[in-house]
DNA sequence: TTATGTGCAAAACATTTGCAGGAGT
DNA sequence: ACTCCTGCAAATGTTTTGCACATAA
């Protein structure tokens, strides 16, 4: 978990990383891909595929398996739990405690070795409860 | 909510459905038209979507919205939490009880509207734990 | 110098969709 | 009859991969 262990130090990593580390907004391979490009424009889809999947196992970053069709990644590591726009999609965080003990009821309740949980809510955000006024 | 509303019951569907309601092994699409299949020969991949889509849009059955790539599918309606193996990607039940208070906390939280929540597990499997040990 | 990484393009998956013919009600 | 639904195949969207060249260490 230390950082960049056995990696390269490269510019596109180096700038996925700095893009991703900017936004709170939980962005998709494919919106870190445009916030790059602006920076590096001849850098392949593919690397920046690569490289959030590279990031990720090391534990830099952070792959979230949210609901719908795309993976998002984000910058922070720190346990936390995520809220997710049923009408545009859109992934916040939700700044409520870890619920810690949850992995002992779990532990109690399987016979898997218990590695970790995640909580992702589902919600109106505030611009689509604006937009359902009307 | 009630039973199969503004749709006909059509073989198809109602071979899902049973075929669903077998196993508790919360199966992707693509197991969904393996089972399927060995009844109904001729049924399109493309009519097994649709109708886990429909069913799932009616609150007949479940479309769970786990990690890994696939969507998977639960004749399980009632609240329930999952856990997945890291290791395998088989998806279980986990009986621990429903934590309703937490989306209290959620409401204080967030300036959502919250609909909902999930918890995720993860974890390793028995049978990935034994292939561990050589 | 050499293992690792990159750009590009093609491939691999998962899912959705258009359409002409078929079947519930 | 009149929708809604199906099978088929093609299209779409996301992610992965092969390969020749480039580059960090």
Redesign the interface.
Known sequence: MESLPNMRLTTQRQIILEELGKVTSHPTANEVYDMVRKRLPRIGLGTVYRNLELLAESGVILKL????TQKRFDATVEPHYH?R??QCGKV?D????V?EQ??D??H???????????????????SC?QKGMN
């Open positions: 398996e949210v609901g719908g809220i726009c049923a916040d939700i700044e409520i405690p619920q949850i992995e009821a779990a109690q309740a399987s016979s898997y070795e218990i590695l970790g949980h995640h909580i992702e809510f589902s919600g109106i955000c505030n409860q």
